[in-house]
C-alpha cells in the first residue's frame, strides 16, 4: 500500500521541461502535448447508442449531485429515486433500458478508465464524485465489450476528469439552502513542468428533510441529515514524446441518518489507480487500481424505535488492472486486444439485537471473494461510409472462499457453514456497423452479449428494511445478456441533432428479490427478463440558446417458470415503462447562463408482485449563474420547483419521500 499511496508522487518526478528530449537528453524541439485521458474513441463507437453530456451541463445541475446530471440520459437508473443525500449507500445501484435491479448495478460506471463500483455490493459512490470536477460523461447503453466489458450487462458510464485545460488555477464554491444545508467545494489546477497535478475537495452536510410523511411521523421520526466529505488528487505527466502517465487518490466518507433516530449509515473508501498511455505507432493502455472500501448500517425498529440489527463492519478490497493494445494494422482497421482483471473480497460483521429487551442476540460474519480474468480482441473495419466492427470476450469467473457463522453473545457457535467455489469460462461478444448515407443521416445496428458475476452482497449478506428480511443465496449463478438494436441519426443542419434507437435485451439468469412471504424475501435467479424499447433523443443550438433531451420507453417483464412462475409477465420492480428528460439553457450573457430542467419517470412498482406502486413524478429544476466581478459569479439553483410529491419507496403503504421544493444560493469563483 506505501508503494500505491506513492503514485502521485510518481508521476511528479517524470514532470519534464516544456520542450522535448531525445533519447541523449539533448531537446529535440518537438512540444509534448500532455492529453490527460486515455487512448482516442473506437471508429465504430458510434455504431452503439451513445451519448454525451458536456462539461457546462455537468456543472448546472439543479441539485449539484452527479446522479442528476446523468439522469438526464432518460433510461439511466438507480434503483431507488432518491438521491446520495436520502437513500442508503447500498441502494444506489444502477442500470439503465429498464433491466431491472436488486440495488446492485448492471450498468458498468468508470472514472478515468477505473470501475467504481463497491468492491462488496456493487453500488456507486456517487457522494465521492463532485461534478465541479468531472470533464466529460460519455454513456453507452447495452452491452459491453472491451476492457471491463464484464461488468457493463446494461451498459457503460464512462466518467473523464476534467484537466487543467477545464479547470483555473483555482476554483471554489460555496452555497446555502433554505433548510441550512451546505455545500462547499475547491479545487487547483498546476502545471508542473508539462506535467500537471489537480487537487479537489467537497464537504456537503445537511440537517435534512423529512423523508417520511406528516400523518405517518412518530416521535423517533428523523431527518434525512447527512455529512459528506471528498478529495482527490491526479497527476499527469509525459514520459517522453509519446508516453504519459496519470495517477489518482481519491478518499471519502458520508455518513446519513434514514427515516428515525439512531437510523445511522456511513459509507468511506479509499482508491487509488496509476495509469500508463502510450501513444506511438504501437498505442496501449495499462491500468492497474486498488479500492478499500466500508459500510456500516443500523436498522431501527418501525413498530418498537429501537435498534434490531447493527451491520458493525463490512470491510472490502478490490484490485484490478488492464492491458489494452492497438498494434498498426493499416490505415482501414483499429486492432484491439487485451487482457483485464477484477477480484473483490469482503466481509459482513453484524449484530442483531431484541427489540423487546435490547439485548445482543448473536454475532454474525459472512463474506468470500469473487474474481473474473477477461481476454478481448475487438477490430474495427472502415470501408468508406461504412464502419464495421466485431469483438470477443472470453471471461474466467470464480467465486470462492465464501461462508456463513453465527455465534451468540458468549461465543459459543450457532452455525457455521462454508460453501462450495463456482468457477466458469463464459464467452460474449459484440458486433456492430455504422453507415453514413449521407452528410446528415447515419444508420446503426448491433448485436451484443455480456455477462454479470453476482457480488459479494447478494451472494452473502441478507438485510432487513424492517419488518421484511432479504435472505442471501450463495448458489446464485453469473447473470446473462443477449441484446440487440437499430437506429439512425440525423444532422439536419448545424446545431441540429436527433436519433432514434430500437432495442431488444433478454437478461439470463436474472437476480431479483423474490417474495416468499410478505415479510420475507430471497435473492434468486430468475429464467430472465426481457426488455424490448425505444430511445429518442434530440439537441439543438441556436445562438446563445441550447437543448437538450431524451425519451425513452420500455415494455420489460419477468420471464417466470418454476419456484418464479407465479411472477411470468410481471414487470420487474423499480422499473418504468417510460422515462424522459430535458433541459434547455440560455446563456444571456458571457459567464451568465439560465437554465431549466425536467425529469419524469412513469410509474413503477415496489415488489415483484407488482404491489406497492410508486406514482408517476415529474420535476423541475432551474440553475442561474450571473457573473460578478473578475472570476466571480453568484449562483441560484432550484429544485423540484412545483413541490412534487416524489415517493422513493413504498412498503404496504409505509412511504418514504424524495427532495421536496429547495432553494440554494452562493457563489462561484473560476468556474
Known amino acids: 500500500m506505501t508503494a500505491i499511496y506513492s503514485f502521485p508522487l510518481v508521476a511528479l518526478s517524470f514532470a519534464v521541461p516544456a520542450i522535448g528530449q531525445d533519447q541523449s537528453g539533448e531537446p529535440s524541439g518537438e512540444e509534448i502535448v500532455v492529453i490527460g485521458s486515455g487512448l482516442p474513441d473506437t471508429p465504430a463507437a458510434p455504431a452503439y447508442s451513445e451519448r454525451e453530456i458536456e462539461r457546462e451541463q455537468i456543472v448546472t445541475a439543479p441539485t449539484g449531485r452527479i446522479e442528476d446530471v446523468l439522469a438526464s440520459i432518460a433510461g439511466f437508473q438507480q434503483f431507488r429515486r432518491s438521491d446520495s443525500r436520502s437513500s442508503n449507500p447500498s441502494a444506489q445501484g444502477v442500470t439503465l433500458r429498464a433491466l431491472g435491479g436488486n440495488a446492485s ?133 509525459p514520459i517522453g514524446e509519446t508516453l504519459e502517465l496519470q495517477a489518482r487518490l481519491l478518499a471519502f466518507d458520508d455518513r446519513r441518518t434514514l427515516r428515525f433516530d439512531g437510523a445511522d449509515s456511513s459509507a468511506s473508501g479509499q482508491d487509488a489507480s496509476i495509469r500508463l498511455v502510450g501513444r506511438g505507432d504501437w498505442q496501449f493502455d495499462a491500468l492497474a487500481y486498488v479500492q478499500t472500501r466500508n459500510f456500516t448500517n443500523v436498522v431501527i425498529s418501525s413498530t418498537r424505535f429501537v435498534k434490531v440489527l447493527d451491520q458493525s463492519n463490512t470491510p472490502s478490497t478490490g484490485l484490478g488492472g488492464k492491458l489494452e493494445l492497438r498494434p498498426p494494422v493499416g490505415d482501414d482497421h483499429l486492432l484491439r486486444v487485451g487482457i483485464d482483471y477484477r477480484s473483490s473480497e469482503g466481509e459482513l460483521q453484524e449484530q442483531p439485537f431484541s427489540a423487546f429487551t435490547g439485548e445482543l442476540r448473536s454475532r454474525r460474519r459472512a463474506g468470500g471473494a469473487t474474481g473474473d480474468l477477461g481476454l478481448f480482441v475487438e477490430n474495427d473495419w472502415v470501408l468508406g461510409p461504412l464502419v464495421l466492427t466485431g469483438g470477443l470476450r472470453a471471461d474466467r469467473t470464480t467465486i470462492t472462499g465464501g461462508f456463513y457463522n453465527e455465534a451468540d453473545p458468549a461465543g459459543a457457535s450457532l452455525l457455521d457453514e462454508t460453501y462450495a467455489d463456482q468457477k466458469d469460462w463464459t464467452v460474449t461478444w459484440r458486433t456492430g456497423g455504422l453507415l453514413r448515407t449521407s452528410e446528415t443521416v447515419s444508420l446503426r445496428a448491433a448485436a451484443y452479449s455480456g455477462l454479470r458475476l453476482p457480488t459479494l452482497n447478494e451472494l452473502y449478506r441478507p438485510f432487513v428494511v424492517f419488518p421484511v428480511v432479504t435472505q442471501a443465496n450463495p448458489a446464485l449463478e453469473v447473470e446473462r445478456l443477449q441484446g440487440f438494436e437499430a437506429g439512425l441519426d440525423w444532422v439536419p443542419a448545424k446545431g441540429m441533432a436527433f436519433s432514434l434507437t430500437a432495442f431488444d435485451n433478454r437478461v439470463e439468469n436474472a437476480i431479483a428479490n423474490v417474495t416468499l412471504t410478505p415479510t420475507l424475501r430471497q435473492r434468486q435467479n430468475l429464467p430472465a427478463i426481457d426488455a424490448q424499447g425505444i430511445e429518442l433523443g434530440a439537441r439543438l443550438e441556436r445562438r446563445a440558446l441550447r437543448f437538450d433531451g431524451t425519451v425513452t420507453y420500455t415494455d420489460a417483464s419477468v420471464d417466470g417458470s418454476g419456484a418464479s412462475a407465479g411472477l411470468a409477465g410481471n414487470r420487474p420492480p423499480q422499473t418504468p415503462r417510460w422515462a424522459a428528460a430535458a433541459t434547455l439553457a440560455w446563456e444571456f450573457v458571457e459567464g451568465g447562463l439560465l437554465s431549466f430542467t425536467l425529469r419524469h419517470v412513469e410509474e413503477q412498482f415496489e415488489s415483484d408482485q407488482e404491489s406497492d406502486a410508486l406514482p408517476p413524478a415529474t420535476t423541475i429544476g432551474a440553475f442561474a449563474q450571473f457573473p460578478i466581478f473578475d472570476q466571480f459569479s453568484l449562483v441560484l439553483r432550484a429544485e423540484n420547483l412545483l413541490d412534487e410529491t416524489i415517493v422513493t419507496r413504498n412498503a404496504d403503504s409505509v412511504l418514504d419521500l424524495g427532495a421536496p421544493r429547495t432553494f440554494w444560493g452562493g457563489v462561484r469563483f473560476g468556474f
Open 105 to 237: 448495478s448492471r450498468a458498468l460506471v468508470t472514472l478515468d478508465g477505473v470501475p467504481m463500483q463497491d468492491p462488496f455490493f456493487g453500488y456507486v459512490p456517487f457522494a465521492a464524485l463532485a461534478p465541479e470536477y468531472i470533464g466529460r460523461v460519455r454513456v453507452t447503453r447495452g452491452g459491453g465489450s472491451g476492457p471491463f466489458g464484464a461488468g457493463a450487462l446494461a451498459g457503460t458510464v464512462a466518467l473523464t476528469s476534467a484537466g487543467i485545460d477545464d479547470l483555473g488555477p483555482l476554483t471554489a464554491s460555496a452555497l446555502v439552502d433554505n433548510r441550512g444545508s451546505t455545500e462547499i467545494a475547491a479545487g487547483t489546477a498546476v502545471k508542473l513542468g508539462q506535467g500537471h497535478v489537480v487537487a479537489a475537495g467537497r464537504w456537503d452536510r445537511s440537517q435534512g428533510f423529512f423523508t417520511t410523511p406528516d400523518d405517518q411521523r412518530d416521535p423517533a421520526t428523523a431527518r434525512a441529515a447527512f455529512d459528506s466529505v471528498s478529495g482527490q488528487i491526479r497527476a499527469v505527466a
